[in-house]
């Protein structure tokens, strides 16, 4: 069965400095991977997916993702964060190849500090 | 162009009373799914509907809920007789195909409240 395991609950960065949000996938099949970002009182808005294309994937407002087999990882980077990246991410795994519904980690809420 | 809309934004009911909620999806989108988010389970499948082939209803977590899906495109999720467990936000989203590989497009939601 499908599963993603976003590592950590709550990540706090500075203005400015890098951001990091990990994320482990298990899967039986070549996945679909995507990242979704959800602002307070905001719907699910997509930030990036991989499809078995490049394994570097670059989103919208400077995110980028890297697909790592050999790791199970789709980690979410940005190199400088604005106070405006604070929202919850959510890593989300296809279900399988056939069917196309969801499978969402718990969420990581990312803060920027001043 | 026009987003998934869903209505209503808010609904608050008593236990045991039934509620509908709508979903209007993308135009000329074939694919729709029903999604659940709260605090204890996250965020969660629900239902999908494909075109006009049957939906896979495996995520529904009772047999008090149901949805339809009228003419390939508004979908209603039903719930009835609610129970405080039922609290929670429904996402619906949106799809070209039901496939893996299509990025799906989610509806600002509906915040349901069972007193």
């Known amino acids: 069965a499908q599963s993603v395991t976003q590592l950590d609950s709550h990540v706090s960065v500075s203005e400015g400095t890098p951001v990091l949000l990990r994320c482990n996938y298990s899967s039986s099949y070549s996945p679909s991977l995507f990242w979704y970002v959800q602002h307070p009182n905001k719907g699910l808005q997509l930030l990036l997916k991989y499809t078995s294309a490049a394994t570097l994937v670059k989103g919208i407002n400077g995110f980028e993702a890297e697909f790592k087999k050999s790791e199970t990882s789709f980690h979410l980077t940005k190199p400088s964060a604005h106070m405006s990246d604070a929202a919850e991410y959510f890593c989300v795994v296809s279900a399988s190849e056939s069917q196309g519904n969801l499978i969402f980690g718990k969420g990581t809420k990312l803060s920027v500090k001043p | 162009g026009a987003g998934v809309s869903q209505s209503p934004s808010n609904k608050v009911t008593e236990k045991g009373k039934d509620v509908e909620l709508r979903c209007d999806p993308i135009?000329?989108?074939?694919?729709l799914y029903w999604y659940r988010q709260s605090l204890g389970q996250g965020l969660e499948f629900l239902i999908y509907f494909q075109g006009n082939s049957a939906p896979d209803k495996s995520g529904l977590p009772s047999d008090r809920f149901s949805a339809e899906r009228t003419g390939g495109s508004v979908s209603t999720l039903t719930i009835q007789r609610t129970q405080q467990e039922d609290s929670a936000v429904y996402l619906c989203a949106s799809s070209l195909q039901r496939v893996s590989t299509d990025t799906q497009y989610f509806g600002p939601g509906t915040r349901l409240t069972v007193l």
């Open positions: 135009s000329g989108h074939t694919a």
